[in-house]
């Protein structure tokens, strides 16, 4: 179904917890999810004078996650939507949603793999939810996650993806921190992919998500070094 075909529902926040000093998940009660794991939801907030605004926010949660729907969301300064998520909405608000939407962007553990997924910030959201559902179907298939974030502080879910690099059979992280430590100044380059290539093995998905720019520069990388462009998928959060 066309996105704007879909019908808006009322969700109440049933829970709110920081993730990074930026980004905040919010846990939706009763929509549990029948979607696909990288497929997003249309977020709408209308003002007392019936001004509204919407945006996209990719889905967190694997599907049929009993705790609910997860979004998370980075609060951008002066972002109309973000800005409420990050300072105004308290457990118990209500907001519209709608979705879920997107067709090509998803993956789901009997679409296999090896799987290798690229996310810059926020963008890992969507494959988190990849990650999440390879792990509740105790999927086996080869995956790799390369994270490109500033600072580990801003590393979501760092926590849970190291312990799922450490104990989940076939699943790796490669973790870049652009503005600290040992590889600070240092951008997703050739030599990283290729290596990544070789760790997960020739892939049959590839999925890259973040700021347009980041998007535009991985997606040269993987062409440079003989990924098929039509395995390629990729999501733009803007920016
Ligand atoms: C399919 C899809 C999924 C998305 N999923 C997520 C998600 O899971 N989590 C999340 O936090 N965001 C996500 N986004 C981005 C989100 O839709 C909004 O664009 C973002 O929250 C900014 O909206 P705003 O109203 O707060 O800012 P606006 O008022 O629209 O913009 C404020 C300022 O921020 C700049 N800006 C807009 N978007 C970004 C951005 N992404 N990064 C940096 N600067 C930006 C604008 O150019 C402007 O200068 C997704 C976007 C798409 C298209």
Redesign the pocket.
């Known amino acids: 179904m066309a996105a704007d075909k879909i019908p808006w529902q009322t969700a109440r926040i049933g829970a709110i917890a920081s993730v990074t000093p930026r980004?905040k998940s919010f846990r939706f009660e009763g929509l549990a999810g029948r979607h696909r794991a990288g497929q997003?939801v249309e977020v709408r907030l209308t003002a007392p004078d019936g001004y509204s605004?919407q945006?996209?926010?990719?889905i967190?949660s694997a599907p049929g996650d009993a705790a609910g729907l997860e979004?998370?969301?980075?609060?951008?300064?002066?972002?109309?939507?973000?800005?409420y998520f990050a300072g105004v909405a308290e457990v118990g608000d209500e907001v519209e949603l709608r979705g879920p939407?997107?067709g090509s962007?998803v993956w789901s553990p009997e679409d296999e793999g090896p799987v290798l997924l690229v996310g810059g910030?926020?963008?890992v959201?969507?494959l988190l939810a990849m990650i999440r559902a390879r792990f509740a179907a105790r999927s086996e298939t080869p995956m790799l996650l390369i994270y490109s974030v500033r600072n580990l502080a801003e590393a979501i879910a760092l926590d849970e993806l190291q312990v799922r690099a450490r104990d989940a059979p076939g699943f790796d992280l490669t973790l870049l921190t652009t503005r600290e430590g040992a590889t600070a100044g240092r951008r997703i380059d050739r030599v990283m992919i290729e290596t990544a290539l070789d760790h997960v093995g020739k892939p049959r998905h590839v999925f890259v998500c973040g700021?347009n720019g980041f998007v535009g520069s991985v997606s040269d990388l993987l062409v440079d070094a003989a990924v098929k462009p039509g395995i390629i998928r990729t999501?733009?959060?803007?920016?």
């Open positions: 980004v997003h605004a945006r996209s926010y990719s967190a979004l998370m969301i980075e609060g951008l300064e002066q972002g109309e939507v973000s800005s939407i997107g962007f910030g926020s963008g959201v969507p700021s999501e733009r959060f803007g920016g």
